[in-house]
């Protein structure tokens, strides 16, 4: 099994920014992409982008490119989401994912992935 861990949401202004992390333990030699998704009340989880931990490659969602970046820390285990220049349609729970290989057809796909964290939530005001 593969534990995903979220950490650092909270309350912040439009325009702010925000850095969540993702932590992951257990079996981690299962999990060459991790990937970030949200959900607002009422709307179906939505794909943010997605990071491999070996050679670093990451894909966005258009809604957040340009404004979040997606790192990845392999000495720790732990995937990081920057967010910039929040926008209030920006405020979900986040959640980290885990999958076992790289496809730009099904990136973006939730059922696609493994393992789930518990989320965290992001509020933007405006």
């Known amino acids: 099994q593969v534990q995903l861990a979220e950490s650092g949401g909270g309350l912040v202004q439009a325009g702010g920014s925000l850095r969540l992390s993702c932590a992951a333990s257990?079996?981690?030699?299962?999990?060459?992409?991790m990937g970030w998704f949200r959900q607002a009340p009422g709307k179906e989880r939505e794909f943010v982008g997605a990071?491999?931990?070996?050679?670093?490659?990451?894909y966005y969602a258009d809604s957040v490119k340009g404004r979040f970046t997606i790192s990845r820390d392999n000495a720790k285990n732990t995937v990081y989401l920057q967010m910039n220049n929040l926008k209030p349609e920006d405020t979900a729970v986040y959640y980290c994912?885990?999958?076992?290989?790289?496809?730009?057809?099904?990136?973006?796909?939730?059922?696609?992935?493994?393992?789930w964290g518990q989320g965290t939530q992001v509020a933007v005001s405006s």
């Open positions: 990071i491999s931990w070996g050679d670093g490659s990451t």
């Open positions: 994912a885990s999958r076992s290989r790289w496809s730009r057809a099904t990136i973006m796909t939730p059922n696609e992935y493994d393992y």
């Open positions: 257990g079996r981690t030699f299962r999990t060459y992409v």
